[in-house]
């Protein structure tokens, strides 16, 4: 039996609603407002998109339910549940560390882009846009911003200090906080701009794009599917264990993991039916990579009815998206300091953001023609943004996802999973739901993942 550590109500969300707030705030974040539109660009939307919503389907959600079952059953962070639920296995506790540090390698490019979203805020705020309305302009605006290694790095600072002075007030006054008032903020953006897409000329083509294209599919495609859908999701980085560490002992962890899952895929595909209609408006291509969200954005917006407003509340939106993503991934090394060396929170934080900021200065600095831009371009063919992206998107997610469903599906002890599956949840307590999540789990998830990855490496090719 777990000795659950004492928890007191400053370290577990006020409400259900506050920990799904919290939770689909921890997934609605770049990577579907920005990541998710540009891949499927690149990879020619249509098939894309469906096989992102099947990885979602039966990979992500059963590994959801997993890890945030994980963290309320253990109370506890990552590498000290995974010790507790398995006697203490140096094996199993270095899957929960390696979450821990793909929370932190994420976290340390990631605010590189929330900064340019600062940055393009605050442009659209002051109205310092380019005065000629041409692609060429927007492009070098970007440029300028991407390959200025003191912009990129005075942006990252910014975010960094707002996203660590959130952590450090705590679980109820400051990520629960936040995440009330930003996702009922960030819906409401998005349900105003999905309007607004919807009257413009491009949205048919938009539409035929995002469901109907079947152009460019590979299993690199498949694979940055999946990897999609493990960063959506904040999947194996210890960021849902984290946060269902939270909970109270009898909350429902598969009803309100279902709940997530479906408003983070609802918010990816609105970011493509609001993204694609105003690039299709004014003939743009939706291929546009990265800069996709900062080159044709701003560049269709002007050109388009209430463009500035627009302009705006777009880049609020990334903002606030952005934040909330990124409060989760500290809190993860927060929460780990915490538990393993009995920090306080002032000092784990502070701490842990200081690490994180330092570790993506590399990153700030890829847009230059240094040793981390150019240099590692030529060396190996992706600056240190592009590698650290690559390998926690396609690798280090996907294997997380695996070590979850490997430890949950055959570690744990049966009558005990069952129970933690059904507690305080109607849902659970179907019987073949359970069936099923535990054939999802234990056979396929970890054979799809694999199968995925090594037709990407050539090996079954």
């Known amino acids: ?18 920990f799904i707030a919290a939770a689909a705030g921890s997934a609605v974040g770049l990577g579907n407002i920005w990541r998710f539109p540009y891949i499927t660009g690149q990879n020619g ?6 096989f992102y919503l099947l990885c979602v389907i039966v990979l992500g959600f ?36 390696v979450g821990v540090i793909t929370g932190a390698v994420i976290l340390s490019y990631y ?46 600072s910014i975010f960094m200090i707002i996203t660590t002075w959130v952590v450090l007030r705590g679980v109820r006054g400051g990520l629960e906080q936040v995440a009330n008032i930003g996702m009922v903020t960030l819906f409401g953006i998005i349900v105003v701009l999905t309007i607004y ?42 960021a849902m264990l984290t946060y269902g560490s939270y909970l109270k002992l009898h909350d429902d962890t598969v009803g309100t993991s279902l709940v997530i899952s479906l408003a983070d895929t609802a918010v990816a595909v609105a970011a493509c039916l609001i993204i694609f209609p105003i690039t299709f408006s004014v003939g743009l291509e939706p291929a546009a990579g990265p800069g996709l969200v900062f080159i044709n954005i701003p560049l269709a917006l002007h050109q388009l009815p209430f463009g500035g407003v627009g302009m705006f509340v777009f880049f609020l939106l990334l903002f606030i998206a952005a934040l909330t993503s990124a409060i989760s ?41 240094g040793l981390f831009g150019n240099g590692m ?20 997610l996907p294997l997380g996802g695996i070590g979850i ?55 079954l090719s």
């Open 377 to 396: 371009e030529q060396l190996i063919g992706m600056t240190w943004f592009d590698a650290v992206d690559y390998l926690a998107s396609n690798w280090l």
């Open 197 to 238: 897409a919807s009257t413009l000329p491009g949205f048919g083509s938009a539409l035929d794009f995002v469901f109907g294209h079947a152009e460019r599919f590979t299993w690199v495609s498949a694979l940055e599917a999946l990897g999609q859908a493990f960063f959506s999701l904040s999947l194996g980085m210890g």
């Open 111 to 156: 605010s590189v882009v929330a900064g340019w979203g600062l940055h393009y805020l605050m442009l659209s705020l002051v109205g310092w846009f380019p005065q000629v309305n041409t692609p060429e302009a927007y492009t070098n605006l970007f440029d300028s911003l991407h390959q200025s290694v003191g912009l990129n790095i005075w942006w990252q």
């Open 405 to 459: 469903s490997l430890f949950v599906g055959w570690h744990i002890n049966s009558q005990r999973r069952l129970s933690e599956f059904r507690e305080g949840s109607w849902l659970g307590s179907l019987g073949w739901v359970y069936s099923v999540w535990v054939f999802l789990i234990r056979w396929f998830a970890p054979g799809a993942i694999a199968f995925v990855m090594l037709n990407v490496l050539g090996i």
């Open 45 to 50: 939307g249509g098939v894309f998109v469906l």
């Open 1 to 18: 039996m777990i000795d659950h550590k004492d928890r007191t109500s400053n370290t577990q969300w006020g409400s259900k609603l506050g």
């Open 62 to 97: 059963p590994i959801m339910v997993a890890e945030v079952t994980i963290g309320r059953t253990t109370q506890s962070s990552p590498v000290r549940a995974y010790g507790e639920l398995s006697n203490h296995s140096r094996l199993w506790q270095t899957v929960g560390l």
């Open 329 to 369: 991934l500290l809190e993860v090394a927060t929460a780990f300091l915490i538990d393993s060396l009995g920090w306080r929170r002032l000092k784990a934080a502070i701490i842990c953001g200081a690490i994180v900021y330092f570790l993506g200065l590399p990153s700030a600095a890829s847009g230059g023609s």
